[in-house]
């Protein structure tokens, strides 16, 4: 089984950066790729950023420029660097690792941008 524990959520004003940590039961090269993802309350879980085992990284539009993720593979550990945030980025932040054994889901931590 598979653990993955996120952290470094919090509560930041407009234009603040947070760096979320998600930390890997095992080694991170055992997974096709390891991605972060949001949900805001109202709205479905989409896709923030992901990084492939090769180290490929591909990020959704609105986070382009401002976010960047990174890895550790000695720490197990993949990182969110978050920049310029904005009210809108507001949302609980999930890690996720893909492998040919199953999609495993971390249990999320809140990032709050007040105005």
């Known amino acids: 089984q598979v653990q993955l524990v996120e952290s470094g959520g919090g509560l930041v004003q407009a234009g603040g950066s947070l760096r979320l940590s998600c930390v890997a039961s095992r080694s991170i090269f055992s997974f096709n790729d390891m991605g972060w993802y949001r949900q805001a309350p109202g709205n479905q879980r989409e896709l923030v950023a992901i990084?492939?085992?090769?180290?490929?990284?591909n990020y959704a539009d609105s986070v382009k420029g401002r976010f960047t993720i990174s890895r550790d593979t000695a720490k197990n550990t993949v990182y969110l660097e978050m920049n310029s945030l904005k009210p809108e980025d507001s949302a609980v932040y999930y890690c996720r690792a893909l492998s040919s054994g199953g999609n495993y889901w971390g249990q999320g931590t809140q990032v709050t941008v007040s105005s």
């Open positions: 990084i492939s085992s090769g180290g490929t990284t």
